[in-house]
């Protein structure tokens, strides 16, 4: 148990569809974190929420849409997907703070058809 | 804007043996932190190391080390005694005080052989 949660673990979905990446934390933090991880590439940075406020959008589309309710729990919104957003979403949290360590999920590895 | 650079995407070592990852990064920033995290397969990013940037020694963890070269802008990974768990993805990542993002080299791929 690595403290950071996210389901589902697989996700296999068609350009039309919608679906949601849920992320759950149990360490108490109050700084969460969507990072995407596509094959040769860096891990990008989408979005950061602090203290469930909304504090980084890396430019990412519209069609990635986050929601934070509260300071455990962090959801990806996705819809009209395109192929090329077929990667690993890595959800973190960390307490906010000065070069604090982030704390990151398994991913979900999400194929878009 | 911040970036970081692994030179290496590949890198091998026998079991027992020592091996060192290389990291780069450009910033003109003069307070940051730099990690080094560890991907294995099944896919959770876990922290290996952390060094501040006005610290001058050079952070240690177990068999984990680090080289920090300021003025070089160089930040590697020793890892001794290495053993067949170590197989991983190595990630270096640079973090700018104050700020939330956290900014990753591409990884370099570590396989350790019996």
């Known amino acids: 148990e690595t403290g950071v949660t996210q389901t589902p673990r697989h996700l296999v979905m068609g350009m039309t569809n919608k679906k949601s990446l849920k992320c759950e934390q149990h360490?108490?933090?109050?700084?969460m974190y969507w990072y995407k991880q596509s094959a040769k590439k860096p891990l990008e940075l989408m979005f950061v929420?602090?203290?469930?406020?909304?504090?980084e959008n890396n430019s990412v589309p519209s069609r990635f849409s986050p929601e934070c309710p509260n300071s455990s729990h962090l959801f990806l919104h996705l819809h009209t997907l395109q192929p090329e957003d077929s990667a690993l979403y890595l959800c973190?949290?960390?307490?906010?703070?000065?070069?604090?360590?982030?704390?990151f999920g398994s991913g979900t590895q999400l194929s878009v058809l | 804007a911040q970036t970081v650079t692994q030179s290496q995407p590949e890198m091998s070592v026998q079991e027992a043996e020592t091996v060192t990852l290389s990291c780069t990064y450009d910033?003109?920033?003069?307070?940051?932190?730099l990690f080094w995290y560890k991907q294995p397969p099944s896919r959770q990013m876990i922290l290996v190391i952390r060094?501040?940037?006005?610290?001058?020694q050079n952070a240690t963890e177990n068999r984990f080390s680090v080289n920090f070269q300021k003025a070089a802008k160089s930040f590697s990974l020793k890892i001794s005694d290495s053993q067949l768990g170590d197989a991983a993805m190595y990630f270096c990542?640079?973090?700018?005080?104050?700020?939330?993002?956290?900014?990753f080299g591409k990884g370099t791929k570590l396989t350790v052989n019996p």
């Open positions: 360490l108490g933090h109050n700084a």
């Open positions: 910033t003109s920033e003069s307070d940051y932190y």
């Open positions: 973190a949290s960390s307490q906010e703070g000065r070069g604090e360590k982030l704390f």
């Open positions: 060094q501040e940037a006005y610290k001058q």
């Open positions: 990542a640079y973090k700018q005080g104050g700020s939330e993002k956290l900014v």
């Open positions: 929420y602090s203290l469930e406020e909304r504090v």
